[in-house]
């Protein structure tokens, strides 16, 4: 299982890159902008086997990226915490960069809220 390791570099890059260098954790963040909340609401539009997004979902918790509602038991809510609704500019960036940048023309995209 994955966990958070907070990086010691002096770069913010490098310490921004352990945290958002998982290409999981970018595409479960916007899962959540676009309302998905509980475990099951991840699974298809990502992908994702179970095992992985569990582990991604714990280390976003411990990344300070996610708040998990209640904290035990099932049924549990994710919602993004300050920290990661800060991210939001950059989300948006890359949204924007990627669809100028990474679509042929009349190529379907997925818009970005």
């Given amino acids: 299982m994955k966990s958070y390791q907070?990086?010691?570099s002096p770069c913010p890059i490098g310490r921004a890159a352990r945290v958002l260098g998982d290409r999981w954790v970018i595409l479960i963040m916007r899962e959540v902008y676009l309302g998905a909340e509980r475990f099951e609401d991840f699974i298809e539009p990502l992908g994702i086997n179970r095992a992985a997004l569990t582990s991604r979902l714990k280390m976003m918790q411990e990344a300070g990226l996610l708040m998990r509602e209640p904290p035990e038991g099932k049924r549990a809510r994710y919602v993004l915490t300050e920290r990661a609704k800060a991210?939001?500019?950059v989300l948006k960036e890359m949204?924007?960069?990627?669809?100028?940048?990474?679509?042929?023309?009349?190529e379907k995209r997925k818009q970005w809220p």
């Fill in 95 to 106: 949204a924007i960069w990627g669809e100028t940048e990474l679509f042929a023309d009349g």
């Fill in 6 to 8: 907070p990086s010691r």
């Fill in 87 to 89: 991210l939001s500019p």
